[in-house]
Nanobody
Framework: QVRLVESGGGLVQSGGSLRLSCTVS????????MGWYRQPPGKEREFVAT?????????TYADSVKGRFNLDRDSDKNILFLQMNSLEAEDTAVYYC????????????????WGQGVQVTVSS
């Protein structure tokens, strides 16, 4: 069974940095898309950033995080990182890792997979 496991959340002061990690468990053959979404308190889940691995690694970022957040990847270990710099109070949210079209060795495919979420709190 494929799972996405996030880590790295916590409390940080405004202007600080955090690095989130998302590990894809299992023996993975390929991944189509991975990324991050977030859900601020009392709001809907929103897009943060994705990387399309099926098209060579095209990255897309929400306007609200461009220039501050950056995706990085350890492809050997199937880990996706979200480096968050210059954090603002508005970045406070539960951050969810997302994966789509995850192909395991043995060729079973998992679509639209979510992690359990990790809390990020930015104090002003």
């Amino acid at each position: 069974q494929v799972r996405l496991v996030e880590s790295g959340g916590g409390l940080v002061q405004s202007g600080g940095s955090l690095r989130l990690s998302c590990t894809v468990s299992g023996r993975i053959f390929s991944i189509g898309v991975m990324g991050w979404y977030r859900q601020p308190p009392g709001k809907e889940r929103e897009f943060v950033a994705t990387i399309n691995l099926s098209t060579g690694g095209t990255e897309t970022y929400a306007d609200s995080v461009k220039g501050r957040f950056n995706l990085d990847r350890d492809s050997d270990k199937n880990i996706l990182f979200l480096q968050m710099n210059s954090l603002e109070a508005e970045d406070t949210a539960v951050y969810y890792c997302y994966g789509d079209k995850i192909v395991r060795v043995g060729r079973t495919v998992t679509y639209n997979l979510w992690g359990q979420g990790v809390q990020v709190t930015v104090s002003s």
